[in-house]
């Protein structure tokens, strides 16, 4: 079974410019989750979304928004990007139900805002 | 205060021994995970715990719901553990809140 892929791998941009980061979750997962990692920062919850809907999303600015695809897959965009941008992006997808729920991650993006 | 509080925030241990990292919170939690983070960023879900203990190979997660307190053992400790290990607790509308991680280094 294939896990969580994410692309691209690594990401550079300058200041004021906008990112795309790409997820897709294991086949049959719904839900898709966006965790941001600041350096020296431990990981924060950006976006939740779930059968094409977002469903909850952490304390970050609306310049941080995305989508899911019908298929399921996710994108997070990044606005007008901003040195602090510069982190790793954890896309984790999730399986739930018959006593099991358990997030399963994906290698990440490392976006670099210079 | 951190909802979610890790100690040690690093760990040097010797080829061997047996590792305990703690884990605090202070929300309520339908369920808590013990990840792993490699270098470069890769993340694997150790556990999944809302009550118990869970053992897998040299691993051990064990959650106290009333104390609000997990603990992740490893038994026979080797170089290859050396990660960051993070526990997150799983809160409303499943979004999970993260420690700061535990820096693992074990030495041969």
């Known amino acids: 079974e294939a896990g969580v892929t994410q692309s691209p791998t690594h990401l550079i941009k300058t200041r004021g410019q906008q990112a795309t980061l790409r997820c897709s979750p294991i086949?049959?997962?719904?839900?898709v989750y966006w965790y941001q990692q600041a350096l020296g920062l431990g990981l924060q919850f950006l976006l939740w979304?779930?059968?094409?809907?977002?469903?909850n999303r952490g304390n970050f600015p609306p310049r941080f928004s995305g989508r899911q695809f019908p298929n399921y897959s996710s994108e997070l965009n990044v606005n007008a990007l901003e040195l602090e941008d510069s982190a790793l992006y954890l896309c984790a997808s999730r399986v739930a139900g018959a006593g099991k729920d358990t997030q399963y991650f994906g290698p990440g993006t490392r976006l670099t805002v210079l | 205060k951190n909802e979610v509080e890790q100690s040690p925030q690093n760990l040097t241990a010797q080829e061997g021994e047996f590792i305990t990292i703690n884990c605090s919170y202070s929300?309520?939690?339908?369920?808590l995970h013990w990840l792993q983070q490699h270098p470069g960023g890769g993340i694997v879900s150790l556990f999944m715990?809302?009550?118990g203990k869970k053992k897998h190979g040299r691993l051990i997660a064990t959650i106290n719901i009333q104390e609000k307190h997990s603990s992740l053992h490893i038994t026979a400790s080797h170089p290859r553990d050396s990660a960051v290990y993070i526990c997150a607790v799983r809160t409303s509308g499943s979004r999970l809140t993260f420690g700061e991680g535990t820096q693992l280094t074990v030495n041969p």
């Open positions: 979304y779930d059968e094409g809907e977002e469903r």
């Open positions: 929300v309520g939690i339908s369920a």
């Open positions: 715990l809302s009550s």
């Open positions: 086949s049959g997962h719904t839900s």
